[in-house]
């Protein structure tokens, strides 16, 4: 019987309009350009504004770009998982609310969450589905609003986010293309470094929760950061080491963007060349599960049938992993 594997198939995405540059930082915190650049490698990020406006505003766009862009219709999916820190609501799943939005009225889903390794998470939870046969159109979206979570008095945190959107398509695959193998971990130790100190059902919210600030994102970055470094670096090797690939045989890393110093060592780590590392940190920032899909999205016209990518993330939770794959298609565009 002939393999079946899972494959990105297509890939679309969507930031909102409205900038939020280091020059507007530099009004609103103790910050500048240099040390924001310096630090981070960030110029700016995007934000969702308005109201009543939640994650799966941006996530409908992306979905629907990606419908077109496939030339399929938004009842043919089968399953939505979206990957958020930022869902519209504690309940209903932001999966079915953009299920609704986008009329993929066949399709059941559900909202996963791994913070900012959400996306790997999420692909590799849906190549399952494809690869046992169950499900043939499996759509994995990686969003979030983090505006709405980041307190923009707090100079440590503010320049690192912003708010995007991104989303692939999986089917199946009988030509060996598509995800080949994954490594996920994840360590809870790693909670006391990265949270959100209310609003879930330890700490539901009250007037004080709300005045001492404790529904923003809470990060010790020094730590996030050395962890970020040596486990992102350490399981990009490992799945490279894995699957009897050199740097030779990457032909792109799609790493998540949290920082370029880490992007950078990731890459040193895996002896893989700048030109072969997807980066725009400078022009969006960290937006949490939207980094990876959102540069598949931007790269997508650059890719090859058959060549290898290795995606990885590290996370609150703390969460990482990589996920290794062969692109499905040579691009049209
Ligand atoms: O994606 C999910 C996982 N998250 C991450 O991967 C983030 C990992 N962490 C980081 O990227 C970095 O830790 C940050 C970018 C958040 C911070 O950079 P850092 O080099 O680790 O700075 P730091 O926190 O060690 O702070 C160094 C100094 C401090 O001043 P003192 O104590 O040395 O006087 C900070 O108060 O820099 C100060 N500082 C700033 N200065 C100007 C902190 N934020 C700023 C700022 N502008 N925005």
Known sequence: ?????????????????????????????????????????IKERHILKGENQGVTEMAKHAVQKLLDKRGIGADEIDLVIFCTVTPDKVFPASANIVSRKVGMNNAFGYDLNAACSGF?????????????????????????????????????TCIIFGDG???????PNTEGNGIQDSILKSDGNGEAFLHQKAGGSEKPPTLETIANGEHYVYQEG???????????ADVSFEIMQRNQLTADDVSWLVPHQANLRIIEATANRMGVGKDKVMINIDRYGNTTNGTIPICLAEWESRLNKGE????????????????????????EA
């Open 165 to 171: 959107a991104g989303a692939v398509l999986l089917e």
């Open 222 to 232: 020094k730590t996030v950061f050395k962890f970020a470094v040596s486990k992102m």
């Open 308 to 331: 290898n990518i290795i995606l990885s993330a590290f996370g609150g939770g703390f969460t990482w992993g990589s996920v290794y794959l062969k692109w499905a298609y040579d691009s």
């Open 120 to 156: 790997i998470y999420g692909l590799v939870t849906g190549s399952k589905f494809i690869e046992t046969g169950s499900y043939k159109k499996v759509l994995v979206i990686g969003a979030d609003k983090m505006s709405s979570i980041i307190d923009y008095t707090d100079r440590a």
């Open 1 to 41: 019987m002939t393999k079946i594997t899972a494959a990105i198939t297509a890939v679309a995405s969507y930031v909102p309009e409205t900038k939020l540059t280091n020059a507007d930082l530099e009004k609103m915190v103790d910050t500048t350009d240099d040390w924001i650049m310096a630090r981070t490698g």
